[in-house]
């Protein structure tokens, strides 16, 4: 089973919203025991960390570049993180990776295949 499947990219208008989902169930541990992230990667650009959520969902940190625009959550019992998305700009573009970390044993990192997020009129 694969660890982490994102879905719900699309391609939308500026200034519009849109609601990532990334699945964890493929995890190895319980889906609590995992730190969440989200990471986008533009066109000819890096990867960067968007948002991270802690494993019970108390604490949240995002990017300075989408502060206040993103939201980052999670619920435990459908093993699944989400990326809450508004006031989208052109410049959000990119594929949208999630990612998980194990907060409690050494263990891999697992990725997710992405899921395109287009911002375009």
């Known amino acids: 089973q694969v660890p982490l499947v994102e879905s719900g990219g699309a391609l939308v208008q500026p200034g519009g919203s849109l609601t990532v989902s990334c699945d964890a169930s493929?995890?190895?541990?319980?889906?609590?025991?995992?730190?969440m992230s989200w990471f986008r990667q533009a066109p000819g650009k890096e990867r960067e960390l968007v948002a991270t959520i802690s494993t019970a969902g108390g604490s949240t940190n995002y990017a300075d570049s989408v502060k206040g625009q993103f939201t980052i959550s999670r619920d435990n019992r459908k093993n699944t993180v989400y990326l809450q998305m508004s006031s989208l700009k052109s410049e959000d573009t990119a594929v949208y990776y999630c990612k998980a970390d194990n907060f409690y044993l050494r263990e891999r990192d697992y990725w997710g295949q992405g899921t395109q997020v287009t911002v375009s009129s």
């Open positions: 493929g995890l190895t541990f319980s889906f609590s025991n995992y730190k």
